[in-house]
């Protein structure tokens, strides 16, 4: 028979979580793992849960699958449905006016946050604002996936836990996981499809778009990793570099495709492939004072105009229009050619491409200028400079 948890079908734990199945007349058309509102009337009828004649054929686990009692799993009649694409802000072009006030004000809490680090805290807000723009064949443009490492021995424990707090404020959707290798081995990552039951099984991984993923690898250890825990991996390597999740069917997989940043906590570099890996530069005072450091950030967010311009911020600048004009293209060619005399690869310029438009967008500007470009070869070059393979 399947469980509770099946029959309620949640890919992340939610402690008094409701689900309802949505009755929908009218021919919308849904995609997998959309977020919609949905306005209609309840139903609570017991009979709904009463198998029929015309359902014999179907196994017991199939019948208790598809009939769900509508004390547990309630109909919705739906009457109209909304689907939640892009958010719509009314004050945008405000938002984008004070641009760099907000960031200001972004910037000093993270940069505290992340142990007095302005480097740091300017490439995570780049990540807060990334979103793919452009897909070509396995490449996505605009995803800026990021590794932070190298934060004190003494935080190891709560660091991660304590940041992931503080950015469940400022954004929308976002889920917490832990990476250890009894996690890896065990829990169910992606979708599987339940023959028994004759249904998709839900896996952690399936995340509507948008939703910020927070990886912690500090309590991972060594140890060998059984089949699943080597599907686990791929999954998260594909998710991260490819922004795709494969679902299985048992005889057969899908892809299908994401749109998750990825924000990784690991004490040395991550054991998934991610491009972009900064490592902290603690500043001692912030880390003897850190409790402070946390109680003075949520004071500042108790702000409520303060805290709703920072979400409407990174709201409106993440779906912006932004354009590379040909003025600054030959400024870019010729960065290029001694960056590569510097031995700095084509995947680094690509990231430079990357930076270059977030850290524009950031500040509030659709079209990227000189004085950007060169802050952001500026802010890479030091970025790599505190990596161990360039010490």
Not at 106 to 119: E, V, Y
Not at 165 to 194: C, G, M, Q, R
Not at 290 to 312: F, P, S
């Amino acid at each position: 028979m399947c469980r509770k948890s099946n029959i309620l079908k949640f890919s992340i734990p939610i402690d008094g979580g409701k689900a309802c199945i949505v009755k929908v007349y009218d021919g919308t058309v849904l995609k997998l793992n959309q977020v919609i509102d949905v306005i209609g009337f309840v139903s609570l009828d017991p009979t709904l849960g009463t198998v029929h004649d015309s359902e014999d054929e179907m196994n017991d686990a199939e019948v208790s699958t598809h009939n769900p009692p509508p004390s547990l799993v309630p109909r919705l009649h739906a009457v109209r449905i909304n689907q939640l694409g892009k958010s719509e802000i009314p004050n945008a072009p405000e938002i984008v006016s004070k641009a760099q006030l907000i960031r200001g004000d972004l910037h000093i809490i993270l940069s505290q946050l992340l142990f007095g680090d302005h480097l740091a805290a300017d490439y995570l807000i780049c990540h807060l604002l990334s979103t793919i723009f452009v897909r070509r064949d396995c490449l996505c443009l605009g995803t800026f996936p990021l590794n932070i490492t190298n934060f004190p021995a003494s935080k190891r424990d709560t660091f991660p836990r304590e940041f992931y707090n503080f950015l469940t404020l400022i954004v929308k959707k976002s889920h917490f996981l832990e990476v250890t290798l009894e996690n890896l081995n065990e829990l169910a990552l992606i979708p599987k499809k339940d023959y028994e039951c004759d249904r998709l099984t839900s896996g952690a991984l399936q995340l509507s778009d948008n939703t910020h993923l927070v990886m912690d690898e500090t309590g991972l250890t060594t140890g060998e990793l059984t089949v699943t825990g080597k599907g686990n991996y791929s999954a998260l390597s594909d998710l991260l570099m490819f922004q795709k999740l494969t679902y299985d069917f048992k005889y057969y997989t899908m892809e299908y495709e994401t749109d998750i940043p990825v924000l990784i906590f690991s004490d040395v570099k991550s054991f998934i492939p991610c491009p972009m890996q900064i490592a902290l530069n603690v500043d001692a005072e912030s880390e003897n004072l850190y409790g402070q450091v946390v109680e003075a950030a949520r004071q500042y967010l108790k702000d409520e105009n303060r805290l709703a311009n920072i979400r409407q911020y990174l709201e409106a600048l993440r779906h912006t229009e932004f354009v590379i004009n040909e003025d600054i293209t030959k400024v870019i060619q010729e960065d290029f050619v001694k960056l590569r005399s510097a031995n700095i690869s084509v995947d680094n310029m690509h990231a430079f491409m990357v930076l270059a438009r977030l850290m524009s967008l950031s500040y509030g500007k659709t079209a990227l200028d000189t004085e950007c470009w060169k802050k952001s070869v500026q802010l890479e070059m030091e970025r790599l400079s505190r990596l161990p393979q360039r010490g």
